[in-house]
């Protein structure tokens, strides 16, 4: 969107003075999301009182009618919205609509990555976009429509155009990244366009972003295995909801696995790669979430080696089957659970984490933190955030790093090697 208006010759704010134009992406996954979504808009009518606020995102396109009663806001676009901002904002008439042009802000993110322009260093390129599963707790399948992936062939242009502009990652992303491809005539899928990625002369490093636990299949475990080093490597990195481990309630949640399922997946993954991270989400006090249910959640996180965990209380959102489910969790005991989880996770970083000291780690250099002296971070194939010292003009190159030390807060600090 910012590049949008750039392109109509609009400037970025830099500071907290006031602007002219504020747009606010909003979310709504979790209440305290679209809370804070809302406090961001106050915030911003507040601080801008002579300023067009334009109201867009998950919150704007599944309860517009909550921003439009908050003085000040001016316009609220949903999704769909996104790819016409510059057009509706600047009050300019639309781009002929294309082909696709019905389709999402996926499309944006393309003619972004087209233009060979990101501050990233490790880019996102949005290949997928909505969701046609139905997890009880869930509204993305509501903000976000039904699946629809972007077409093979601009997904490679896009990734070419990237690799070529020096981008040394790019990390591909979706909403349910598992399903990219089934919507498409012909139909491909994830693994298919990893294998042409790597044929691509210009092949660089590619992320997956999250995938789900029935699709990450054996063929696409292996074939990352195959292809987990060198600067074209596919990283070594999953990121798999596992939100509970427990049957009962994954049934409730109508998730379509098992325990035992996400057990076997986990350790497939660290027999195919031992060092691989594994991240994984996880869903605490789902309705009906006994003390037993959650204990089983804890005893599989603590056996399986996974690396890092990211918890999300539960949170009711109005329009999902689980917004009725009888035996909400309390308050206090919501916490409490996320708090123990929480540990597991602190814990499991530091385990793995300090198992790398003095291994080097393939690093990409993404930006200076402390220029007085030299400090920068990057990001390992793996998945550790590293901070080196080095200079301005590794930013964007892949820099080989001596993990040295890990501190109580898990920061990991280490020496390129040459
Ligand atoms: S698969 Fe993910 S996005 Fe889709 S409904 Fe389930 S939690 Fe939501």
């Known amino acids: 969107m910012a590049r949008q ?5 609009a400037q970025a704010a830099s500071g907290d003075g006031p602007v002219d134009l504020c747009i606010i ?44 009663d908050i003085p000040g806001v001016d316009l609220v676009l949903g999704n769909d919205g996104k790819p016409r901002i ?29 233009s060979g322009r990101t501050d990233r260093a490790r880019p996102f390129l949005k290949i997928q976009d909505g969701c046609n599963a139905r997890c009880s707790y869930c509204i993305v399948p509501v903000a976000r429509g039904v699946s629809r992936s972007l077409p093979v062939e601009d997904a490679l242009s896009s990734i070419e155009r990237l690799n070529e502009a020096g981008y ?27 294998k042409a990625i790597r044929q691509l002369q210009s092949a660089r490093r590619v992320r997956l972003s999250s995938i789900e636990p029935q699709e990450l299949t054996g063929d696409l475990i292996r074939f990352v295995a195959s292809a987990a080093a060198g600067p074209s490597a596919i990283c070594p990195h999953f990121h798999v909801p596992l939100q509970s481990g427990d049957d009962d309630i994954l049934r409730r949640m109508n998730r379509p696995y098992t325990r035992e399922f996400f057990r076997e997946l986990i350790l497939r993954i660290k027999h195919h790669l031992p060092d691989a991270s594994v991240g994984v989400d996880v869903l605490v006090g789902f309705p009906g979430e006994s003390e037993a249910a959650f204990e089983n959640t804890c005893a599989l996180l603590d056996e399986l080696p996974v690396t890092y965990l990211h918890v999300f209380p539960f949170s009711r959102r109005s329009g999902t089957p689980a917004d009725l489910l009888p035996d909400q969790v309390p308050a206090a005991v919501l916490k409490a659970r996320c708090r123990q989880i929480r540990l597991i996770g602190y814990n499991k970083k530091l385990e793995y984490y300090t198992y790398f000291i003095n291994k080097t780690l393939e690093v990409v250099a993404e930006s200076i933190v402390d220029a007085d002296n030299g400090w920068m971070k990057g990001t390992s194939a793996n998945y550790l955030p590293v901070m080196f010292r080095g200079r301005a003009e590794q930013i964007r190159t892949i820099v080989p790093v001596r993990i040295e030390r890990v501190d109580l807060q898990g920061g990991v600090t280490g020496t390129v090697v040459s």
């Open 25 to 68: 992406n909003t979310c709504t996954v979790t209440g305290k999301a679209s809370m804070q979504s809302r406090q961001a808009v106050r915030r911003a009518t507040r601080a801008n009182p002579n300023a067009r606020i334009v109201v867009t995102g998950c919150y704007a396109q599944t309860a517009p009618q909550e921003i439009l």
């Open 86 to 114: 510059a057009d509706m904002v600047c009050n300019r008439p639309a781009d002929p609509p294309s082909a696709a042009a019905a389709a999402t802000a996926m499309l944006e993110d393309q003619r972004m990555s087209r």
């Open 168 to 194: 040394p990652e790019i990390v591909l992303t979706g909403i349910h990244l598992g399903h990219y491809g089934l919507d498409l005539d012909p139909p491909s899928n994830l693994l298919s366009l990893l």
């Open 5 to 9: 208006l750039q392109d109509r010759a």
